[in-house]
Nanobody
Framework: QVQLVESGGGLVQAGGSLRLSCAAS????????MGWFRQAPGKEREFVAA????????YYADSVKGRFTISRDNARNTMYLQMNSLKPEDTAVYYC??????????????????WGQGTPVTVSS
């Protein structure tokens, strides 16, 4: 498995931006599909964005489409989530996930088996 560590979370005002990072180690990062999920207090973990190992196929939740951008730097073994125009409803703990091949049901957290510890994002109104 690949080990994942998120960073970059914090407190931001509505309309602001944050960039989350997910550093990977343990396996060849470039072979893995990667994704971001988030979990708000009292809610289930929900899909945010994902792409396959090459980045050629990218998926976004409707709630973040046009505001968030997922990217990866294979040379640095790091994935990013650029979050713009943040809203209070984006407040959650954000988790990165990895899987050897992107699951058909990529939006289901149960299909991903490597997870980071999460980084909290709070958007104030």
């Amino acid at each position: 498995q690949v080990q994942l560590v998120e960073s970059g979370g914090g407190l931001v005002q509505a309309g602001g931006s944050l960039r989350l990072s997910c550093a990977a180690s343990g396996r060849t990062f470039s072979w893995y599909a990667m994704g971001w999920f988030r979990q708000a207090p009292g809610k289930e973990r929900e899909f945010v964005a994902a792409f396959n190992w090459s980045g050629g196929s990218t998926y976004y939740a409707d709630s973040v489409k046009g505001r968030f951008t997922i990217s990866r730097d294979n040379a640095r073994n790091t994935m990013y989530l650029q979050m713009n125009s943040l809203k209070p409803e984006d407040t959650a703990v954000y988790y990165c996930a990895a899987e050897r091949y992107i699951p058909d049901l990529y939006y289901s957290s149960s299909k991903w088996h490597s997870w980071g510890q999460g980084t909290p994002v709070t958007v104030s109104s």
